[in-house]
C-alpha cells in the first residue's frame, strides 16, 4: 500500500483568518453582538462553527446552529475567496506527489468548500480524496473526517498514514483515529499545545513539512 498524507486546510495549506473571522463577525452582529477584534475570533477557525459559537458565546444549539446559517450566509457570498495560500503549498504538494505518496484533504470546513477553494487556487489535481464536513452535521468533528478519510480512501495499515494540521483538534483527532500527525506553527496553533499533545514532529514551514516526509516518513 502507498503511504498517504492527509492535509488540513485552515491554517495548513490556506490562511483562511479574513474570510473566517468576516462571517463571524456577521453571525454575531445578527444577534447583537458587535466583535471588532479578528483576533478574538480565531477560535472560529478549526473546530465545528456550532460548537464555536456554544462554547464562547454561550449559545444554545438552536441558537448556535441559527448563527451557522448566518455565517454561511456571508461565507458562501464572499468570505469563501478572502484567503491565500501559505508560501510554497503548491511546490510542495508537487514534491509529494512526485515521490509517490498519495495525498487526501481532511478538514472540517464543509466539504463542498473545500473543493471551491483547491479549484479556486488550482490545487485540485494533487488529491486523490477530499473530504469534509457535511452540512446536516453528520459528519464535522475532525474525528469523524479522519474516519470517512480513511474509509474512502480504503486505507487498512493506519502506520501508513499521517496528518498534516495546525491546531490541537488535529493532533488529537489523529490521536483518537490511531494515526500520527505533523503539526504546523505557521497556521493558528502553537508550538507548545501541538507539542504537548503529541504531535509526531512539528514543522515551521510547509518546506519543512515536504523535507520530514521524504526522510522520516
Given at each position: 500500500m502507498k503511504k498517504t498524507i492527509l492535509f488540513d486546510l485552515d491554517g495548513t495549506l490556506i490562511n483562511s483568518k479574513p474570510g473566517i473571522t468576516k462571517c463571524a463577525q456577521y453571525a454575531l452582529?445578527?444577534?447583537?453582538?458587535?466583535?471588532?477584534?479578528?483576533?478574538?475570533?480565531e477560535c472560529?477557525?478549526?473546530?465545528?462553527l456550532v460548537d464555536s459559537?456554544?462554547?464562547?458565546?454561550?449559545?444554545s444549539p438552536e441558537k448556535?446552529?441559527?448563527?451557522?446559517?448566518?455565517?454561511?450566509?456571508?461565507?458562501h457570498k464572499a468570505g469563501i475567496f478572502e484567503c491565500?495560500?501559505?508560501?510554497?503549498?503548491?511546490?510542495?504538494l508537487k514534491r509529494i506527489k512526485e515521490m509517490g505518496y498519495r495525498m487526501g484533504l481532511a478538514s472540517s470546513k464543509p466539504e463542498v468548500s473545500c473543493k471551491r477553494i483547491l479549484e479556486h487556487f488550482g490545487l485540485e489535481g494533487y488529491f486523490d480524496e477530499v473530504v469534509g464536513a457535511t452540512l446536516d452535521g453528520r459528519i464535522d468533528s475532525k474525528i469523524?473526517?479522519?474516519?470517512?478519510?480513511?474509509?474512502?480512501l480504503e486505507i487498512t495499515d493506519l502506520s501508513q498514514l499521517c496528518l498534516v494540521g495546525d491546531t490541537s483538534f488535529?493532533?488529537?483527532?489523529?490521536?483518537?483515529?490511531?494515526?500520527?500527525?505533523?503539526?504546523?506553527?505557521?497556521?493558528?496553533?502553537?508550538?507548545?499545545?501541538?507539542?504537548?499533545?503529541?504531535?509526531?514532529?512539528?514543522?515551521?514551514?510547509?518546506?519543512?513539512?515536504?523535507?520530514y516526509i521524504a526522510e522520516k516518513f
Open positions: 452582529e445578527a444577534f447583537g453582538i458587535i466583535e471588532p477584534d479578528a483576533d478574538k475570533l472560529f477557525i478549526g473546530p465545528p459559537f456554544q462554547e464562547y458565546y454561550g449559545f448556535a446552529r441559527e448563527a451557522v446559517d448566518k455565517y454561511r450566509e456571508r461565507y491565500e495560500l501559505y508560501p510554497d503549498v503548491e511546490a510542495v469523524s473526517v479522519l474516519r470517512e478519510a480513511i474509509r474512502r488535529d493532533v488529537l483527532g489523529a490521536k483518537e483515529a490511531g494515526i500520527a500527525c505533523i503539526g504546523v506553527t505557521y497556521g493558528f496553533g502553537r508550538y507548545e499545545e501541538l507539542l504537548k499533545n503529541g504531535a509526531a514532529a512539528i514543522c515551521g514551514s510547509m518546506r519543512e513539512v515536504g523535507d
